[in-house]
């Protein structure tokens, strides 16, 4: 059964945003997010179960969080790759 895909408005935004190829390839990997919620190209972030990244390029993530209980992906991020990103996000390191 496959998973349901969720995002917000400003997620929607920056896919927009994204350069003619990168959203290409941003779109075809959320949709493969449907069938496999865990790539092996992708990795759990560090402390925070359940959150996956993923390259879209040479400078660009795909951020997503997995509700199991739900059969949800929502997507939380899909950008260039700033220095903070993850504490803008609210999933620093933890110490």
Known sequence: MAYRIAF??????????????IKAIAKQEIANLSDDPRPTRSK???????????????????????????????????????PALYEELGLGRPE
């Open 44 to 82: 759990e972030l560090a402390g925070h179960p359940n959150y996956h990244r993923m390259w879209l390029g040479a400078d660009y993530r795909l951020v997503w969080h997995v509700v199991e209980d739900e059969r949800l992906v929502e997507i939380e991020y899909v950008g260039f790759k700033v």
């Open 8 to 21: 917000s408005a400003a997620v929607r935004r920056q896919i927009g945003n994204l350069p003619g190829h």
